[in-house]
C-alpha cells in the first residue's frame, strides 16, 4: 500500500499494535540509541520519542520486526513480493501467440507504466517549511555509541545525478554531522554515488545532492535494495507502494525529490575540496568502522512538513533493525537471481549473524558435478554478492531457514579436503579483517549430497573422539576453554586461545593432531579468550567477522608432508605482533556505564514495561583496551 506520509504509516503502526510513544524527555546523545538496542534485541516494538529537546520527535525501529517490515511494505508476507515479480517476468518472457493473448498483456503493462515516477509542478508537501539559513542542529539526530566521532543521520535517502546521463541514484551512506551545515559523505568506492562523484571531478563540477528522511517507508528500503544501474529505485518504490511516487523539484539545486518526504536536506558536495576525516562510528558488523577520509557534504536548504518526524535507526551487535531489512532484500531479490541468472536456485537465507555480507546459505536443485562450484562461482560474481565472504551451498531436504540442519548437511556431506573453495575479489569496505583494504578472499563450502564423480567421505558419527577437556586443558594451557558438538552428532570443535606468541593456532593445531585429539573432526575454530563459547550464534557472528578465509583458514599438515582432511579457522583477532597484521582493528561496538545507568533510572518513565538490562553488559567481556580502535 502506498503511505501518504511517515505520519500516516506511525498511525498503521499503532493501530497494529506495533508502537510505543515515549513522552519522558529522552536524549538523542546516546539515551535513544540505548533505549532502542534494548528493545530491538528483546524483539520489542517501534519507538516514537516525543520529546527530544528538538521540536521533532524521533521514530526508531519502525522496521524492527518481520511484521513491521511487511507493514511497511504493505504485504502480509515477504516473498508475496518476490511472487509477484515472477509472475510479472514470466508475462513478460512469454510469447504472445495471439491477438487475445496480446490484449491480456495491457492490464499488466499498464501496471508497470503506473509505477513510474512523476514529477509534480509547483511546490511539494514537503516544502511547507523552507529554511534557506539551514541548521543541522535543529533535527534530533543521534549519537548512537560512545566512539562515534560525533552524532550521525543514520537513514538518509541520498538522492544525486549522473552528470553524463542524467540518470538518478538513490542510495543510503551514513553521514556524520560536522557542524551546523556540513557533514560528512559516507559512500563507498563501489556506490553508484561514488562514481557520480568522480564523473563531477572530471567534469570540475560541483555535484549536486539532496537527502530525503521520511515519506513512505518504501523510499528507505529501495534506498538500501541491491539494484541493478539502470533499475530507478524509486520505480522500484512505485512497484512496492503499487502507486507512482510523485517527485518535486528542490529549491536549490536540480533534484527532484519524494512529494511526501517529511526532511529534505539539500546540497552539493565539492569534488575538488579535499577530502576530510569522518568516523568512527558503530557500525552494523558490531564493529566500529574507523576514521577515513570521505567528502563533505555542504547544506544550502532545509525544507520539511510541519507535522514533520525525524526517522532514525540504529545499527551495532546483531540483531538490529537492519537484520529485518536485510530479511526482505533476502526474499525480495530471490526471484531476479533465480529467473534472470541461477534457476537451479530452490531458496537463499542471509543468517543475521552474518551480518548481510559474511555469511550467505543458498539451496540448489543439483543436476551434475561441481554444480555447487557453479553457483559459487556465479553469485561471487553477481553485483553486490561480490562482498560475500563465506557461501554455503547446499541441496537435498535440508531446510536452510533452520540452521541446526545446515550444519547437519556440513557434517554429513563435506570432506573438508575435496568440497572447500576458496576466491578472491572485493570485499565490504566495512569488512576489517582482510589483509587489504576492500580486498580478500573467500571461503566457499560444497555441503550438498556428492554425486559418486565427487567421492562423498562421509564420516562415521559414532567414530567421533570424546574430547577430555582437562586433559587438554593440562596438556596445553595456552587454550583456555573447550567446547565440542559431537555431544550434538556434529564434527565440530570450538576452542579458546591466549595469544602470548607467534603462529600460536599453528602450533598448538599441531600438537594437538600428534596427540591424536583432533584428527576425526572435520573443522577446529580458534577464537580469543574473553569469547563464550557457550553462545554459538555469537561465535559465529565474531569469526565470520574475524576472518580472510585463505589466510585465516587451513588443513594442518601430518608428518609426511600431507594435509588432513580437518579445516582449521583462526577466528581471532590479529594484530602486528603475533600476526604481522598491518590494518588497524576495531573494537565490538557497547555503551557507557554513564548512559546504562541513567537509561536504568528514567526506565520507569518511558512506559516500556519491567526494566530490560542493557545489551552491552554481555558484550563489554568482548572489549580489547582502547576506544574505537582495539590496542595491543
Same mark, same amino acid.
Given at each position: 500500500?502506498?503511505?501518504?506520509?511517515?505520519?500516516?504509516?506511525?498511525?498503521?503502526?499503532?493501530?497494529?499494535?506495533?508502537?510505543?510513544?515515549?513522552?519522558?524527555?529522552?536524549?538523542?546523545?546516546?539515551?535513544?540509541?540505548?533505549?532502542?538496542?534494548?528493545?530491538?534485541?528483546?524483539?520489542?516494538?517501534?519507538?516514537?520519542?516525543?520529546?527530544?529537546?528538538?521540536?521533532?520527535?524521533?521514530?526508531?525501529?519502525?522496521?524492527?520486526?518481520?511484521?513491521?517490515?511487511?507493514?511497511?511494505?504493505?504485504?502480509?508476507?515477504?516473498?508475496?513480493?518476490?511472487?509477484?515479480?515472477?509472475?510479472?517476468?514470466?508475462?513478460?518472457?512469454?510469447?504472445?501467440?495471439?491477438?487475445?493473448?496480446?490484449?491480456?498483456?495491457?492490464?499488466?503493462?499498464?501496471?508497470?507504466?503506473?509505477?513510474?515516477?512523476?514529477?509534480?509542478?509547483?511546490?511539494?508537501?514537503?516544502?511547507?517549511?523552507?529554511?534557506?539559513?539551514?541548521?543541522?542542529?535543529?533535527?534530533?539526530?543521534?549519537?548512537?555509541?560512545?566512539?562515534?566521532?560525533?552524532?550521525?543521520?543514520?537513514?538518509?535517502?541520498?538522492?544525486?545525478?549522473?552528470?553524463?546521463?542524467?540518470?538518478?541514484?538513490?542510495?543510503?551512506?551514513?553521514?556524520?554531522?560536522?557542524?551546523?551545515?556540513?557533514?560528512?559523505?559516507?559512500?563507498?568506492?563501489?556506490?553508484?554515488?561514488?562514481?557520480?562523484?568522480?564523473?563531477?571531478?572530471?567534469?570540475?563540477?560541483?555535484?549536486?545532492?539532496?537527502?530525503?528522511?521520511?515519506?513512505?517507508?518504501?523510499?528507505?528500503?529501495?534506498?538500501?535494495?541491491?539494484?541493478?544501474?539502470?533499475?530507478?529505485?524509486?520505480?522500484?518504490?512505485?512497484?512496492?507502494?503499487?502507486?507512482?511516487?510523485?517527485?518535486?523539484?528542490?529549491?536549490?539545486?536540480?533534484?527532484?525529490?519524494?512529494?511526501?518526504?517529511?526532511?529534505?536536506?539539500?546540497?552539493?558536495?565539492?569534488?575538488?575540496?579535499?577530502?576530510?576525516?569522518?568516523?568512527?562510528?558503530?557500525?552494523?558488523?558490531?564493529?566500529?568502522?574507523?576514521?577515513?577520509?570521505?567528502?563533505?557534504?555542504?547544506?544550502?536548504?532545509?525544507?520539511?512538513?510541519?507535522?514533520?518526524?525525524?526517522?532514525?535507526?540504529?545499527?551495532?551487535?546483531?540483531?538490529?533493525?537492519?537484520?529485518?531489512?536485510?530479511?526482505?532484500?533476502?526474499?525480495?531479490?530471490?526471484?531476479?537471481?533465480?529467473?534472470?541468472?541461477?534457476?537451479?536456485?530452490?531458496?537463499?537465507?542471509?543468517?543475521?549473524?552474518?551480518?548481510?555480507?559474511?555469511?550467505?546459505?543458498?539451496?540448489?536443485?543439483?543436476?551434475?558435478?561441481?554444480?555447487?562450484?557453479?553457483?559459487? +562461482?556465479?553469485?561471487?560474481?553477481?553485483?553486490?554478492?561480490?562482498?560475500?565472504?563465506?557461501?554455503?551451498?547446499?541441496?537435498?531436504?535440508?531446510?536452510?531457514?533452520?540452521?541446526?540442519?545446515?550444519?547437519?548437511?556440513?557434517?554429513?556431506?563435506?570432506?573438508?579436503?575435496?568440497?572447500?573453495?576458496?576466491?578472491?575479489?572485493?570485499?565490504?569496505?566495512?569488512?576489517?579483517?582482510?589483509?587489504?583494504?576492500?580486498?580478500?578472499?573467500?571461503?566457499?563450502?560444497?555441503?550438498?549430497?556428492?554425486?559418486?564423480?565427487?567421492?562423498?567421505?562421509?564420516?562415521?558419527?559414532?567414530?567421533?573422539?570424546?574430547?577430555?577437556?582437562?586433559?587438554?586443558?593440562?596438556?596445553?594451557?595456552?587454550?583456555?576453554?573447550?567446547?565440542?558438538?559431537?555431544?550434538?552428532?556434529?564434527?565440530?570443535?570450538?576452542?579458546?586461545?591466549?595469544?602470548?606468541?607467534?603462529?600460536?593456532?599453528?602450533?598448538?593445531?599441531?600438537?594437538?593432531?600428534?596427540?591424536?585429539?583432533?584428527?576425526?573432526?572435520?573443522?577446529?575454530?580458534?577464537?580469543?579468550?574473553?569469547? +563464550?563459547?557457550?553462545?554459538?550464534?555469537?561465535?559465529?557472528?565474531?569469526?565470520?567477522?574475524?576472518?580472510?578465509?585463505?589466510?585465516?583458514?587451513?588443513?594442518?599438515?601430518?608428518?609426511?608432508?600431507?594435509?588432513?582432511?580437518?579445516?582449521?579457522?583462526?577466528?581471532?583477532?590479529?594484530?602486528?605482533?603475533?600476526?604481522?597484521?598491518?590494518?588497524?582493528?576495531?573494537?565490538?561496538?557497547?555503551?557507557?556505564?554513564?548512559?546504562?545507568?541513567?537509561?536504568?533510572?528514567?526506565?520507569?518513565?518511558?512506559?516500556?514495561?519491567?526494566?530490560?538490562?542493557?545489551?552491552?553488559?554481555?558484550?563489554?567481556?568482548?572489549?580489547?583496551?582502547?576506544?574505537?580502535?582495539?590496542?595491543?
Amino acid at each position: 500500500m502506498a503511505y501518504k506520509n511517515l505520519n500516516h504509516f506511525i498511525q498503521c503502526l499503532e493501530n497494529a499494535g506495533e508502537l510505543v510513544r515515549i513522552k519522558e524527555f529522552v536524549s538523542p546523545h546516546l539515551e535513544i540509541a540505548e533505549i532502542t538496542d534494548r528493545i530491538s534485541k528483546s524483539g520489542g516494538k517501534a519507538l516514537l520519542f516525543e520529546n527530544t529537546g528538538t521540536k521533532f520527535p524521533v521514530l526508531i525501529n519502525s522496521m524492527g520486526s518481520y511484521k513491521r517490515m511487511c507493514i511497511a511494505l504493505g504485504v502480509n508476507n515477504l516473498d508475496e513480493i518476490g511472487n509477484e515479480i515472477e509472475k510479472i517476468f514470466l508475462q513478460l518472457t512469454s510469447s504472445p501467440t495471439s491477438f487475445t493473448d496480446k490484449l491480456r498483456m495491457l492490464p499488466m503493462l499498464s501496471n508497470i507504466a503506473s509505477w513510474m515516477p512523476k514529477v509534480k509542478n509547483g511546490k511539494g508537501e514537503c516544502q511547507e517549511v523552507i529554511n534557506m539559513q539551514p541548521d543541522l542542529s535543529e533535527l534530533p539526530v543521534l549519537t548512537c555509541w560512545i566512539h562515534d566521532g560525533g552524532p550521525f543521520i543514520t537513514l538518509p535517502v541520498v538522492n544525486t545525478k549522473d552528470p553524463l546521463t542524467g540518470k538518478r541514484n538513490v542510495g543510503m551512506y551514513r553521514m556524520q554531522v560536522f557542524d551546523n551545515n556540513t557533514t560528512g559523505m559516507h559512500w563507498h568506492l563501489h556506490k553508484n554515488s561514488a562514481r557520480h562523484y568522480h564523473e563531477y571531478k572530471k567534469l570540475n563540477q560541483r555535484m549536486p545532492v539532496s537527502v530525503v528522511l521520511g515519506g513512505d517507508p518504501a523510499y528507505t528500503y529501495s534506498a538500501t535494495a541491491p539494484l541493478p544501474d539502470n533499475v530507478d529505485e524509486y520505480m522500484l518504490a512505485g512497484f512496492l507502494r503499487k502507486q507512482k511516487v510523485e517527485l518535486v523539484k528542490c529549491i536549490t539545486n536540480d533534484i527532484e525529490v519524494p512529494n511526501d518526504a517529511d526532511f529534505v536536506i539539500e546540497g552539493y558536495v565539492d569534488p575538488m575540496e579535499e577530502l576530510v576525516i569522518e568516523g568512527p562510528f558503530g557500525d552494523h558488523t558490531g564493529y566500529y568502522s574507523l576514521q577515513d577520509y570521505y567528502p563533505k557534504f555542504h547544506v544550502t536548504c532545509i525544507t520539511h512538513r510541519k507535522d514533520a518526524v525525524y526517522p532514525a535507526t540504529i545499527v551495532g551487535i546483531p540483531p538490529q533493525e537492519d537484520a529485518y531489512i536485510g530479511k526482505a532484500t533476502e526474499r525480495i531479490f530471490l526471484t531476479p537471481i533465480r529467473m534472470a541468472m541461477l534457476p537451479e536456485i530452490i531458496d537463499m537465507a542471509m543468517p543475521v549473524e552474518g551480518v548481510f555480507h559474511n555469511i550467505v546459505i543458498v539451496k540448489i536443485k543439483k543436476d551434475y558435478p561441481g554444480h555447487a562450484n557453479k553457483v559459487m +562461482n556465479a553469485l561471487w560474481g553477481a553485483g553486490q554478492m561480490m562482498f560475500n565472504k563465506i557461501l554455503i551451498v547446499v541441496d537435498g531436504n535440508t531446510d536452510i531457514h533452520n540452521y541446526s540442519q545446515v550444519l547437519n548437511a556440513i557434517a554429513t556431506n563435506v570432506d573438508p579436503g575435496l568440497d572447500i573453495h576458496f576466491s578472491k575479489g572485493a570485499m565490504d569496505v566495512l569488512d576489517h579483517s582482510s589483509t587489504r583494504f576492500a580486498y580478500g578472499s573467500k571461503l566457499g563450502i560444497d555441503a550438498t549430497i556428492k554425486l559418486a564423480e565427487e567421492v562423498n567421505a562421509e564420516v562415521d558419527k559414532n567414530l567421533l573422539p570424546q574430547v577430555k577437556a582437562e586433559n587438554i586443558l593440562q596438556l596445553l594451557p595456552e587454550i583456555k576453554a573447550i567446547k565440542s558438538l559431537h555431544t550434538e552428532g556434529l564434527p565440530f570443535l570450538l576452542l579458546c586461545v591466549e595469544k602470548k606468541r607467534k603462529a600460536v593456532i599453528r602450533k598448538l593445531t599441531a600438537q594437538l593432531l600428534e596427540e591424536g585429539l583432533i584428527s576425526a573432526y572435520k573443522a577446529i575454530v580458534w577464537m580469543d579468550t574473553n569469547v +563464550n563459547l557457550n553462545n554459538f550464534e555469537d561465535v559465529v557472528w565474531l569469526f565470520a567477522n574475524n576472518i580472510d578465509p585463505e589466510r585465516d583458514a587451513f588443513f594442518p599438515l601430518k608428518e609426511d608432508g600431507n594435509k588432513h582432511a580437518v579445516l582449521v579457522i583462526d577466528g581471532t583477532r590479529k594484530t602486528l605482533e603475533y600476526d604481522n597484521f598491518k590494518r588497524p582493528w576495531p573494537n565490538v561496538v557497547v555503551v557507557d556505564d554513564a548512559t546504562i545507568k541513567a537509561v536504568d533510572e528514567k526506565w520507569g518513565n518511558l512506559g516500556l514495561g519491567e526494566l530490560i538490562y542493557s545489551p552491552s553488559l554481555k558484550y563489554k567481556a568482548l572489549l580489547f583496551k582502547g576506544g574505537a580502535v582495539a590496542v595491543e
